[in-house]
């Protein structure tokens, strides 16, 4: 009986892994996280507003998403940050659903709500906290459990919002 025949794939050779170890426990710098908060929040307005309304939901619900891993691996998380990411996935999934059906991007007041405090719990509480190894585990956790879900492979009745992080076509990764 033969073994199954692996495909072998190189991996990377590093000639110092210390300073690869240093760079990923290196917290997010400020300017990074000033960055991604710029960039959040500019898509909740923008999207509030009604403007380039597909491209800012995308980007929300990536920020879901990713708002989502970082609760599971302990950044701000609780019960109550678990309500506010399963408040603002109900959200982008409702509008998502209007649109689809009426063609309408139309938020109401909760669910605004509900964006707002989304983009709070990622930028002011989970960014901040974050170093640049586990925003990288993070991203490809993310972008594996989207590409999965994408596949057929969610469980019955679980909200899945994919904003692009699961297309195969998206290299990236963050670098300190």
């Not at 950044?75 to 209007?98: F, K, N, P, T």
């Amino acid at each position: 009986m033969s073994r199954r025949a692996r495909k072998y794939h190189p991996r990377p050779t590093y000639a110092n892994a210390v300073q690869i170890a240093i760079a990923r426990v290196k917290p997010l710098s400020a300017a990074d996280v000033a960055g991604q908060k710029e960039l959040i929040q500019h898509a909740l307005a923008q999207f509030c507003q009604g403007a380039h309304c597909h491209a800012h939901w995308c980007s929300l619900a990536d920020a879901a998403n990713m708002a989502e891993t970082l609760a599971g691996m302990g950044l701000g998380s609780g019960d109550d940050a678990s309500r506010v990411i399963e408040l603002a996935q109900r959200a982008l999934a409702d509008v998502h659903q209007r649109h689809t059906t009426r063609g309408s991007w139309t938020l109401y007041a909760d669910e605004i709500d509900a964006l707002h405090w989304l983009v709070r719990l990622h930028c002011s509480a989970q960014l901040p906290a974050c170093s640049y190894g586990e925003l990288a585990d993070a991203m490809t956790a993310t972008r594996n459990r989207m590409q999965q879900a994408l596949a057929g492979n969610a469980a019955r009745g679980t909200l899945v919002i994919d904003g692009g992080m699961g297309a195969t076509h998206n290299p990236t990764t963050p670098t300190p």
